[in-house]
T-cell receptor, first 113, second 112 residues
Framework: AQTVTQSQPEMSVQEAETVTLSCTYDTSESNYYLFWYKQPPSRQMILVIRQEAYKQQNATENRFSVNFQKAAKSFSLKISDSQLGDTAMYFCAFERRDDKIIFGKGTRLHILP | IAGITQAPTSQILAAGRRMTLRCTQDMRHNAMYWYRQDLGLGLRLIHYSNTAGTTGKGEVPDGYSVSRANTDDFPLTLASAVPSQTSVYFC???????????FGNGTRLTVT
């Protein structure tokens, strides 16, 4: 069975700093998709970034980038120049080929002024 | 506005009662999902469906059932509610593959 592990329950960084959130997963599949979602206090789930497993190049979306290490089954999220609005819960998610999507337990990120 | 509608928004339910949480999407997405969110446990998949007429079990399916009679609707039923089913329930849909999930606003369920 697939699992997704986020080893950092909570993190705090100063505004403008760079922070990296870790995510590891376990699967025997070779083709799959990985996502990071953000959940602010409003409870709305917002897609941050996504990665296809067969693509070697790490995905980037403005200040957000990933370090995808397929062999190590690692998918970390880097937030550069962090902003107060980045304060939220961050969830890593794994999707297998039959569209089943499971999430990690989340990392609560605090951006401090 | 296209999206996912969940009903009710919140509910207090006596243990042992039957309850159906409703979920409707108007985006013609093939894949639909039910998650429960509990503090410290993240989002856990209850059931999912990758196309109308098919469903699959998630991580925590016990005590829940779903049906997918058509593309738009994906109701979640608690046959006999128990207090451990107190949670926030999210319905979501996707085109599948690399497409992102679209989430409903959630249903806060309290079982007493």
């Amino acid at each position: 069975a697939q699992t997704v592990t986020q080893s950092q329950p909570e993190m705090s960084v100063q505004e403008a700093e760079t922070v990296t959130l870790s995510c590891t997963y376990d699967t025997s599949e070779s083709n799959y998709y990985l996502f990071w979602y953000k959940q602010p206090p409003s409870r709305q789930m917002i897609l941050v970034i996504r990665q296809e497993a067969y693509k070697q190049q790490n995905a980037t979306e403005n200040r957000f980038s990933v370090n995808f290490q397929k062999a190590a089954k690692s998918f970390s999220l880097k937030i550069s120049d962090s902003q107060l609005g980045d304060t939220a819960m961050y969830f890593c998610a794994f999707e297998r080929r039959d569209d089943k999507i499971i999430f990690g337990k989340g990392t609560r990120l605090h951006i401090l002024p | 506005i296209a999206g996912i509608t969940q009903a009710p928004t919140s509910q207090i339910l006596a243990a042992g009662r039957r309850m159906t949480l409703r979920c409707t999407q108007d985006m013609r997405h093939n894949a639909m999902y039910w998650y429960r969110q509990d503090l410290g446990l993240g989002l856990r998949l209850i059931h999912y469906s990758n196309t109308a007429g098919t469903t699959g079990k998630g991580e925590v399916p016990d005590g829940y059932s779903v049906s997918r009679a058509n593309t738009d609707d994906f109701p979640l039923t608690l046959a006999s509610a128990v207090p451990s089913q107190t949670s926030v329930y999210f319905c979501a849909s996707s085109e599948g593959g690399i497409s992102p999930l679209h989430f409903g606003n959630g249903t806060r369920l309290t079982v007493t």
